[in-house]
């Protein structure tokens, strides 16, 4: 089971990037450019079961995205997931395949928990959110304003 602490971890770290970066709108949240920033090419290629494909060489590394994904907001969980690996998980392998089931399952193995976190931070940061927003009922027409602001899906 993955604690408390290794989850408030994958937020700060997703929080700690778009600092780096000087990310402060949705808009500037260019995951591709954080990426190469990152040393990371991020590509597209059938990659049959798998959704998304993170390869680690020392510093450098590559995202594939299966070239099935055609929903926008999915290909960026997709890419936002993988960089999760990246930036959380350097010990653990060189390689990781993300099945369209370890992105959604949060009851999977301790890393893909994590990366799911440090995905749904780094694309919907707490700090970017409208504070007024925690505190009302939700809507959904406010629901789907926000999606599209931060180009997420409602499933996120």
Not at 2 to 19: N, P
Not at 32 to 42: K, N, R
Request: hydrophobic share 45%; net charge negative; glycine share 4%.
């Amino acid at each position: 089971m993955v604690t408390d602490f290794r989850l408030l971890t994958a937020a700060s770290k997703a929080q700690k990037l778009l600092e780096t970066y000087d990310i402060r709108r949705p808009s500037e949240i260019e995951l591709d450019d954080v990426a190469w920033a990152l040393g990371i090419q991020v590509t597209s290629a059938p990659l049959g079961g798998a959704v998304a494909h993170l390869v680690r060489i020392g510093d450098t590394g590559t995202i594939t995205i299966s070239d099935s994904i055609k929903d926008t907001s999915r290909r960026r969980f997709a890419v936002a997931h993988e960089l999760g690996h990246w930036e959380l998980h350097k010990t653990i392998s060189q390689k990781f395949f993300c099945s369209s089931a370890d992105m959604r399952q949060y009851q999977s193995s301790g890393p893909e928990i994590e990366a799911n976190i440090f995905a749904s931070e780094l694309l919907l940061p707490k700090s970017m959110l409208d504070p007024t927003l925690l505190k009302v009922e939700p809507r959904m027409d406010i629901l789907v304003a926000r999606a599209r602001e931060f180009n997420v899906s409602l499933a996120l």
